[in-house]
């Protein structure tokens, strides 16, 4: 009887040593889990949309010139000093997933130029803002950025900011289908003076004259439908930004956590 005594106080004492253990060792990671976070957000770069970032969606024709199309805003963490050496620009929607979509033919230049706001900030360049580098590319197949290695690297004090601009220009040559146009319309002017010849002259073979009556408009019927727009392929569209890889330093990546949108622009003919 003592004996089974024994057994029952030891398993009950040895399941609230057990439970105790198991408290502490729980208690110490979420100590230990808090100060990381805490260290880790302390250290970490806060980079977001500058004040007067172009968040819109902008319709162009043909091109443009000196679109403001992203601001950021950057600032060291307060407890020590931050080096900024490559600064990749994207051109994607969203973001790098899909990278354009619509008619790629429409773009034949994108040229994007970093720019950093040390006189105001104020959303353009100021006299005595000087341009850190120009990159361009002519399609936006992937991958569809631009980098700007920075020679000197940008170094921020503890706790200071600093806001960068990029500014592009949009140039496009004449799309084929732009051109068509004209000469479709042409076409359909000169078929039908020529309906009314064959008519007029067939008047005595009333069966080929029916037959070129039908080729003929159904070549018009073509020309039309050619010359109409399809709606899948009658713009393309992507998004200036910064992507979650947009700023390195000494070989690290240093964010942002997510991709910043600026200006979404619907290239059109």
């Known amino acids: 009887m003592r004996s089974r005594w024994y057994v029952v106080v030891a398993i009950w004492i040895g399941w609230l040593w057990g439970v105790g253990l198991c408290g502490t060792a729980l208690a110490e990671g979420h100590l230990l889990q808090v100060a990381q976070a805490d260290g880790n957000t302390d250290e970490l770069l806060l980079i977001g949309a500058g004040p007067q970032n172009p968040q819109m969606t902008l319709e162009i024709h043909d091109g443009i010139a000196n679109l403001t199309a992203l601001q950021v805003t950057v600032t060291a963490p307060p407890t020590r000093p931050s080096t900024i050496d490559t600064v990749t620009i994207g051109f994607g929607l969203p973001f790098g997933e899909e990278i354009t979509t619509g008619n790629e033919s429409f773009l034949d230049e994108l040229r994007a130029r970093l720019i950093f706001e040390n006189v105001e900030v104020n959303g353009i360049q100021d006299d005595g803002e000087v341009i850190e580098g120009t990159q361009s590319i002519n399609d936006l197949e992937d991958p569809a950025t631009v980098l700007f290695a920075l020679n000197p690297p940008l170094a921020l004090a503890a706790g200071t900011a600093v806001t960068f601009l990029v500014i592009v220009d949009i140039n496009q040559p004449e799309a084929q289908s732009a051109a068509a146009h004209p000469l479709h319309q042409a076409a359909l002017w000169f078929l039908f003076p020529i309906i009314g010849f064959v008519s007029y002259a067939g008047r005595g073979m009333p ?39 947009g700023l390195t330093g000494a070989g690290q990546r240093l964010g942002p956590e997510n991709a910043i949108a600026g200006t979404t622009i619907r290239l059109m003919q």
């Open 207 to 245: 069966n080929v004259r029916r037959l070129c009556i039908m080729s003929l408009i159904l070549f018009g019927c073509s020309i039309m439908l050619v010359g109409c727009s399809n709606n899948d392929d009658d713009e393309l569209r992507f998004v200036v930004n910064l992507p979650s890889n």
